[in-house]
Each structure stands twice: as structure tokens, then as C-alpha cells.
């Protein structure tokens, strides 16, 4: 929400946006709200003065990658939905290596018909596009293709698939009998079809990564123009990862911060509950009401909502947060406290959470003047509250 309070500014000094005019006598007071509708779209004011805006205070929240999602997808938000979980294997005269960045390659001459079972893949309705295929393959040589939907089988351009459902499908290599291959390089890929070149190869990513802002950018101007030049630009001093700046006195307070897996796993209070093989971090390591989950290296999606709860399959994790008690990760790969640190340290990304109490912060202060007439202000970092001057006058000059 941006919010407008008109009020008397009878400084006169020197600020952007050209001449400030000299105070009028007797002059009166209004006030007024202006609300950002729910497009986001930019605020406008008008006033019948230019001079210094009074106060201006901006809110900040995290910057999440949703890789195009609708939602805070912290796992399994790259474009490549699809995560190779096989190992390098010798079956009917052909070799199937697995390599690092997520690829495989095949040689051998097949003396039978043989899959290559990559992994699995829960299909949730939508339409997908398998591709990864090398060229030139054929349904009597060698494709990729998700065993029993014949309809998802890639010879090298891609195969297409409206409305796909289904849990724990396998998507292979298939080489028909008495085909030789060499060093055959396949890419699997499954992507929504609705992406932006839904053929071009990326590798799974497994992460939406949250990030903090370092800097602050405000823009002023008579019409709203998203290529103008900014009007401010302030620089924190630090990384925030939510909390307010108030621009024109400086001050700011900080209200969300950053607590990675690997400092997570250092903290002695993580608990395991037999019943459920559930790990959970209490709130007296002082995490109150945790906020955001930025990354976790897992395939389920993570909503954000009070309680975080779903089911896993094979060795994927239910994981869940509580805002009002604790974090808990069930992991069915774990029997011991040990175990699982040692695996929480060598995760990637962490959490937000919020402070139990905020925290106050300095910036270099600027200024900033209205125009006299129509205003429209925004910012980059999310919701803004002004206070600016407005005449409204009682007797002449």
C-alpha cells in the first residue's frame, strides 16, 4: 500500500526537482491516503506546491526467483523439472554413464532391447515437453521417453503432451536391439510447455533462491515512465532481507534476517521424533515466526502458508513449517541427529526469518522535492509511505 498524508512543510531548501517556492501565511492542512491497487501499479498525487517531501519510507521483503512459478517454489523451481537420480550402469552390451551437469552418455551396440531408467517424475495435469533426445533418433534406434506414455517419446525435437497426470513415472533411455551407438549424448529435460524455448537444454536446478537488497531506488516524476532515471538511489550499508528505510532521516530497521542450512545444522537444540522421523529446531534458538524457506534441495513445491506439511515418496523428505513452534524436516534417510546435521551442512540456500524484536540500521540521508502539480512516485523495492507539502491557503501573499 502506498500512502500519501498531506502536511505543512515550511522548510525551504534546496532539493530535486527544480525551485522550491517560499511558504504561504495562514496556510492550512489536509490530509489525504492513497492506496497502490492490487496491479501494483504506481501512485499519483497532486499538490499545489514544490517543495521538500517530509518523510519517505520504504518497506522491503525478499527477492524471490520463482522462475516464471505463481508461487514460492524453493525446490524444484528451475525451468528443467526433471532430475537424473540414476548411476553410471553396464546392461546388454551398452554402458549408460550419468555425469555431473545432469547429461548421459551411451555406447555399446545393444543386444537387446534395453531402458535406461534415468528417474522418476510425478506428472501434476499440466502439459509438458520432453526433449533431450539426441538427433537423428528414431522409434527403432534410440529415444528418450517416459515408460508406458508412448505419447511422451523424444527422437530428437522434442515430444509434446497436453494434460499429463501420474506419480513416480519413469523417464528412460530406450536403444533397440542391434543398434550401435558411440559416446551418444543425451540431455533429459522435462519443462511446462508454456516456457519460453521449452527444447533449449538447461540443467535441473533444484532452488529459488531468495536474495536481500543492498540498495534502495526511488522514482519521482510528473508521469510514470519505468525507462526514466531514477530520482534516488541509496545505498544500505549492508544486506536486508525485510525491514524499512526511511529515506529522508536516514534511519531504517531491519525485521527479517538470514540463517543458512550449514549454521542451522551447527545448532545443538534439533530434535528427532521416532514416530514420524522427524527433525525439528525449537524457537528457543530465537527463530519466532520463520518466514520464508529460500532454498531446500528437494523436488516437493513449498507453499507459503502457517503450517507446511506434504508427503513424500521414495527418498524425498516431507518437510514443514511451523510459524508458531518449529522447523521440522521429515527424512526418512536419517536414524540419528548426527546424521542429519552432517547432511543439513552441505545444503545449499537456508531461511528467512522474522526477529523477535527489530533491528535499527543507519543510511546516508537524501532528499527529494514534489512537483507542483501531478506526482507520481514509486519504488523498486516494494510498498512506500510520503508525507509532502500541500497549501491550501487562508489569506493572499
Known amino acids: 500500500m502506498i500512502r500519501f498524508a498531506e502536511n505543512l512543510n515550511k522548510m525551504i531548501a534546496a532539493g530535486l526537482g527544480g525551485a522550491l517556492e517560499a511558504p504561504r501565511t495562514e496556510a492550512a492542512v489536509g490530509h489525504r491516503i492513497i492506496h497502490k491497487d492490487a496491479s501494483g501499479a504506481v501512485a499519483t498525487f497532486n499538490t499545489n506546491i514544490a517543495a521538500l517531501i517530509r518523510s519517505l519510507r520504504v518497506d522491503m521483503q525478499p527477492i524471490q526467483d520463482l522462475h516464471g512459478q505463481d508461487a514460492p517454489y524453493p525446490a524444484g523451481g528451475g525451468k528443467n523439472k526433471f532430475q537424473i537420480t540414476a548411476t553410471t550402469s553396464i546392461k546388454n552390451g551398452l554402458t549408460c554413464t550419468?555425469?555431473?551437469?545432469?547429461?548421459?552418455?551411451?555406447?555399446?551396440?545393444?543386444?537387446?532391447?534395453?531402458?535406461?531408467?534415468?528417474?522418476?517424475?510425478?506428472?501434476?495435469?499440466?502439459?509438458?515437453?520432453?526433449?533431450?533426445?539426441p538427433v537423428n533418433g528414431s522409434s527403432s534406434t534410440y529415444?528418450?521417453?517416459?515408460?508406458?506414455?508412448?505419447?511422451?517419446?523424444?527422437?530428437?525435437?522434442?515430444?509434446?503432451q497436453s494434460s499429463v497426470s501420474g506419480t513416480g513415472k519413469n523417464v528412460a533411455i530406450r536403444v533397440m536391439e542391434g543398434t550401435t551407438v558411440n559416446n551418444l549424448l543425451f540431455k533429459p529435460m522435462l519443462c511446462l510447455s508454456t516456457e519460453s524455448n521449452p527444447t533449449v537444454w538447461s540443467p535441473y536446478e533444484n532452488i529459488c533462491p531468495i536474495s536481500g537488497r543492498n540498495s534502495v531506488t526511488v522514482w519521482r516524476g510528473a508521469v510514470y515512465d519505468p525507462s526514466a532515471d531514477p530520482a534516488l538511489t541509496i545505498q544500505l550499508g549492508q544486506t536486508v532481507y525485510g525491514g524499512s528505510a526511511e529515506i529522508i532521516s536516514g534511519q531504517g530497521r531491519i525485521t527479517k534476517a538470514l540463517r543458512t542450512f550449514s549454521e542451522l545444522s551447527t545448532y545443538n537444540s534439533w530434535h528427532r521424533l521416532a514416530s514420524n522421523g522427524a527433525f525439528y529446531l525449537s524457537r528457543e534458538i530465537a527463530l519466532p515466526g520463520i518466514f520464508y524457506p529460500i532454498t531446500f534441495p528437494y523436488e516437493d513445491k513449498i507453499?507459503?502458508?502457517?503450517?507446511?506439511?506434504?508427503?513424500?515418496?521414495?527418498?524425498?523428505?516431507?518437510?514443514?513449517?511451523?510459524?508458531s513452534d518449529?522447523?521440522?524436516?521429515?527424512?526418512?534417510?536419517?536414524?540419528?541427529?548426527?546424521?542429519?546435521?552432517?547432511?543439513?551442512?552441505?545444503?545449499?540456500?537456508?531461511?528467512?526469518?522474522k526477529l523477535a524484536e527489530p533491528q535499527a540500521f543507519t543510511l546516508t540521508p537524501a532528499s527529494l522535492s514534489t512537483l507542483k502539480g501531478q506526482n507520481n512516485v514509486w519504488s523498486n523495492v516494494g510498498d512506500v509511505t510520503l508525507e509532502y507539502p500541500y497549501y491550501e491557503e487562508t489569506e493572499g501573499y
Open 98 to 133: 550419468i555425469n555431473a551437469d545432469g547429461t548421459a552418455m551411451v555406447s555399446g551396440t545393444a543386444t537387446a532391447t534395453t531402458d535406461f531408467t534415468l528417474g522418476k517424475f510425478n506428472f501434476d495435469g499440466s502439459a509438458y515437453m520432453l526433449s533431450g533426445c
Open 143 to 160: 529415444m528418450l521417453w517416459v515408460i508406458g506414455y508412448i505419447g511422451l517419446a523424444d527422437t530428437g525435437a522434442g515430444k509434446e
Open 303 to 323: 507453499p507459503i502458508s502457517s503450517v507446511y506439511k506434504y508427503s513424500a515418496s521414495g527418498t524425498q523428505p516431507d518437510f514443514s513449517m511451523r510459524v
Open 326 to 353: 518449529a522447523l521440522y524436516i521429515i527424512d526418512s534417510r536419517f536414524q540419528t541427529v548426527g546424521e542429519f546435521q552432517a547432511a543439513l551442512a552441505q545444503m545449499e540456500g537456508g531461511i528467512v526469518y
